[in-house]
């Protein structure tokens, strides 16, 4: 997490929460948050608290648990989950739309995306591209990246590689790849 990245994020714990709750439609409790986040409990808990006093997210109490889920009748929560997506860039985004898909052994960002985000000078990236390593079902690699390319403002452009192709190393494609900044996407 950088908040360092557009400094009006007063923490890296603040960005990890806000990603965590807004990058899901669905209500998440705080384990789940703790889970997703790696952050304290204590810290989570005051995260979720803020942010539910300041009216951008909703909590249901089940008993003793809460559910946050974000508040989308709030103006200000469709501009904070772009900007959250803008400075976590698409790597989570891209993980949680991958996950769940059988047949992909390994996937990363390559290319001037993960160049610029190693710290190689250059233009800003008009595009993402991600590699996928394995034997999935292409249909559903696109269909899951499709819904992504609208919230990280950016074209995913996809290519896949078989994994004996990967591991041998063969190929312009593999070789290009293997010998630049790569940002692997953790999607198990």
């Given at each position: 997490m950088h908040s360092s990245v557009l400094?009006?994020?007063r923490s890296d714990s603040l960005l990890a929460v806000l990603d965590a709750v807004l990058g899901t439609p669905d209500p998440v409790s705080t384990s789940d948050v703790i889970r997703v986040t790696g952050l304290s409990?204590?810290?989570a808990h005051r995260e979720l608290k803020r942010l539910t006093?300041?009216?951008?997210f909703l909590e249901k109490r089940i008993g003793r648990s809460a559910l946050f889920q974000a508040d989308e009748s709030n103006p200000a929560v469709s501009h904070l989950r772009a900007l959250t997506a803008i400075v976590l860039g698409p790597q989570?985004?891209?993980?949680?739309?991958?996950?769940g898909i059988p047949g992909i052994e390994c996937s990363l960002i390559f290319g001037s995306f993960a160049a610029r985000a190693s710290g190689v000078p250059g233009g800003n990236p008009n595009d993402i591209d991600l590699l996928i390593v394995g034997n999935p079902d292409r249909r559903?690699?696109?269909?899951?990246?499709?819904g992504v390319e609208g919230v990280v403002g950016r074209e995913v452009n996809?290519?896949?590689v078989r994994p004996e192709r990967w591991a041998s190393g063969e190929g312009e494609l593999v070789q290009r790849v293997k010998a630049n900044p790569t940002l692997e996407l953790?999607?198990?």
């Open positions: 400094p009006i994020f409990q204590p810290l006093e300041t009216g951008l989570n985004h891209l993980a949680r739309a991958l996950k559903a690699v696109y269909g899951a990246v499709e996809i290519s896949f953790t999607v198990a």
